[in-house]
């Protein structure tokens, strides 16, 4: 939880805000359930990415795995899904599990987009999530997964 006062220090400081969102009750409750434990005002603001997003702070969205889902398309999903708190489109989401990340590890210039000169790191998925209903991003296949250009997974030869 970030005092709104301190949000754009993030920026200033160019320090990266990651978020995990891979809980449904992020997404579908509001945060009604953090209101008995930080008050109803705090609960509002608890996982404001949209403030964060906003003043120009690079924010990256991540797994915490085992307390929320590591699947990162049901954090897309669920990022899309937090009404004003959440990110405005499905390409900021993105950006922020790929080219945010990357630039919140110092290794942008390596990975994190698709460009030449760059890892072919990527997700081959079953259909274009960016034009798809935000209700059913996180329940899209990845069909394919490459690290540095080589396939680690393809779900034609796995088990």
Known sequence: MVNSRDIKRFSELEVTAD???????????DYKWAEAFVGAKRARTMM??????????????SGNWNVHDINPLVGIENSLMMESTGLP???????????????S?????LTGSIEVGKAAD???LSHDITQS???SIAQTEVWMTLVAGRIV????VSD
Do not use: C, H, W
């Open 19 to 29: 978020f995990q969102v891979g809980s449904d009750y992020i997404a579908y409750n």
């Open 48 to 61: 404001n990415l949209r403030s964060f997003f906003n003043l120009g702070v690079n924010a990256s969205l």
């Open 89 to 103: 489109t499905v390409e900021d989401a993105i950006d922020s599990y790929t080219i945010n990340a990357a630039k």
């Open 105 to 109: 590890l110092g290794i942008s210039d």
């Open 122 to 124: 990527f997700v081959v």
């Open 133 to 135: 209903e935000i209700e």
């Open 153 to 156: 997974f393809d779900i034609d």
